[in-house]
């Protein structure tokens, strides 16, 4: 098969094409023929030597692709309502840069009915992610408020309409005004541009000084200490990527007088029992969203994997050069066939 491998650490153009022997599915694994790949932020950080690899999965980077099914355990398949020849979109703990990957059944979800393989594609690193973080972890409510720091990411863009298909008012902040608007569009009640305003002062203003119930933080850093300061009583922190820096001061005082919490997660090192806890809510609460078209996918922009480009030798180069770039607005994909 043909693949993208990580040639060194560095930038985006040590994304190279390679060919490997197909990987065979094991014991509860089906084997997927790849037809589009989502990009992540962990991949970038992975390919700069910042993400290592858990124990027993590709060193290929992606962590997300849509194809059919080629074969797998028939057993493990027939139990999940799947088969042989299916249209399935999965989370792979790596590997998912190649034509063919393999997947735990447990972690892959049927195609929505009508939905594109990049469409497909899209969905389950970002789905996956927020429902354990905003639903599982920090217990949103219908009626409580959600703040998303970086509305317009993959993860952003995800948040926003899953919680108010979920019946949660939405703050979102993002880096410009234009990133404003694609966040109201989405559906978030409110969007904080964070280079004009400090978003902890917009959100108590927004809520009339009660403060948030639930903040989704890729950021961390010195975010914590204007995060905690703009959580309602009982409010839930969820920090889930670094990217503003590991270390963090705050009041403490704030935790405990309103009784915070604060918590976080990594979802790419957790067994397959716990991913596979997270498929079946999704296919049992945000799948009928998904098709009832109040959740839709946010797609910037497709690649083809294979095809070099601008001096770039593959598509993903070229993709992880756009999400450092930070203009995307919703997800990057890698197609591999049509899609």
């Known amino acids: 098969m043909k693949c993208i491998e990580i040639r060194e650490y560095g930038a985006p153009e040590v994304l190279v094409l390679a060919e490997r022997a197909a990987p065979v599915a094991g014991a509860g694994e089906a084997l997927i023929r790849v037809m589009a790949s989502g990009v992540n932020r962990p991949d970038v950080l992975q390919r700069m030597g910042h993400y290592p690899v858990p124990p027993g999965a590709s060193d290929l980077p992606g962590l997300e692709v849509a194809g059919v099914i080629a074969s797998g355990d028939e ?39 009508g939905f594109t393989d990049a469409e497909a594609a899209s969905l389950p690193e970002t789905c996956f992610t927020v429902w354990s973080n905003v639903f599982d972890r920090g217990r949103l409510q219908a009626g409580e408020t959600l703040l998303v720091q970086g509305g317009t990411s993959g993860i952003g863009v995800t948040a926003i309409q899953m919680a108010k298909a979920a019946g949660a008012i939405v703050i979102a902040t993002a880096g410009s005004e234009d990133k404003c608007a694609a966040c109201l569009k989405l559906g978030a009640d409110h969007a904080i541009n964070y280079r004009e305003a400090d978003f902890a002062e917009e959100a108590r203003r927004l809520t009339g000084g009660r403060g948030v119930d639930v903040i989704l933080d890729m950021v961390a850093g010195d975010y914590v200490k204007r995060e905690v300061e703009c959580l309602a009583e009982d409010g839930r922190l969820v920090i ?19 009784r915070l919490v604060i918590t976080g997660s990594t979802l790419r090192p957790r067994p397959i029992a716990f991913k596979g806890a997270i498929a079946q809510a999704l296919r049992q609460h945000v799948w009928p969203w998904l098709a009832e078209g109040r959740i839709r996918p946010v797609i910037h922009s497709t690649f083809p994997a294979l095809q070099a480009e601008g001096g770039l030798p593959s598509g993903a180069a070229r993709a992880h050069a756009l999400m450092q770039s930070n203009q995307h607005v919703g997800k990057i994909v890698l197609t591999w066939g049509s899609s």
């Open 75 to 113: 057993a493990a398949l027939r139990a999940a309502g799947l088969a042989v020849g299916d249209r399935v979109c999965a989370l792979v703990a790596g590997g998912g840069y190649a034509e063919l990957c393999v997947a735990p059944v447990a972690q892959c979800l049927p195609v929505p009915r």
């Open 240 to 258: 889930i990527a670094v990217q503003g820096g590991v270390k963090s001061g705050f009041d403490a005082g704030l935790v405990l007088r309103r």
